[in-house]
């Protein structure tokens, strides 16, 4: 259910002051300027105190020589044991493509994507947090599996580099391997389906799908988004003894209202995505 709360009740400005004594104020205060209402809702102070960090380590590398720098993402890996998996936080700045490009360096270091949250700052600065785990249902243990990401992620934002032939190649390899794995989670089968409506409350277009998850679900997806013509501004994202249940927040790059021709050209292709096996 919808909080009724403001941001700063929810969580008190202080406390983040309290958790960072070197940041500014002012970069305190322009987080709760710049990003909306359910940001706060679903962040709790520790994680917004770690994306005020790495936003003010993104704006620090503006003032270094090498500008290419500056479209290297700041990354944060955080292992949970207890809930066995891994969280990924990172903060970059706002381009094309973002989401699904983030969401295909994980599948090529052959990792599952079990939740995400991903919002975009007013100032183009996004912010996005992925749940991860290995190939066995685990945090993720292996430094290799850390740096391929890592290494693919500038393939994708700065090379501007198609991680598909990588993703697919990542994917035949882990289904050539499948028999030797031991069942981790019970799979329960999941009918493909896919939602578009407005909620014009929010003013955005938004789609539900869920289906039987896989590597590369997420990155066709999103990219298809991107294709015909959308901006991610918010996801959600969900992963369930082998479902997947996704909620995608778009709205037009060039800020036109979404038309129903295109929506229905979107669905379509979403439909042919998550019903292939």
Known sequence: RRSTYSPEEMIPKQLIREKLPTISEEEIEAHYNLLPERYFIYSNADEIALHIKMVNELL??????????????????????????????????????????????????????VSSKAITRADHI???????????????????????VEKYLKKALIRNEDLLPAIEEQD??????????????????????????????????????????????????????????????FARIATERGGAMDTFYIE??????????????????????VSRK
């Open 126 to 148: 996004t912010v996005d947090t992925f749940y991860v785990c290995d190939a066995n249902g685990g945090a993720v243990q292996d430094s290799r599996a850390q740096a391929t």
């Open 252 to 273: 037009q790059m060039d800020s036109t209202p979404s038309d129903s021709g295109s929506l229905l050209a979107l669905r379509e292709d979403l439909n042919a995505i």
């Open 60 to 113: 620090r590398r503006i003032s270094e020589a090498d500008s290419m720098s500056t479209l290297v993402p700041i990354v944060n890996w955080q292992n949970d044991l207890n809930l066995s998996l891994t969280v990924v936080n990172i903060v970059t700045w706002d381009r094309s493509g973002l989401f699904y490009k983030l969401a295909g360096a994980f599948s090529v270091a052959g990792l599952s994507i």
């Open 172 to 233: 035949r390899k882990m289904r050539g391997a499948s028999w030797m794995r031991p069942a981790t989670h019970a799979r329960t089968p999941i009918a493909p389906s896919v939602g578009v409506y407005h909620e014009l409350s929010l003013r955005h277009t938004i789609i539900e799908l869920s289906c039987e998850d896989r590597i590369g679900l997420l990155y066709m997806v999103a990219r298809s988004i991107f294709e015909h013509g959308f901006d991610i501004s």
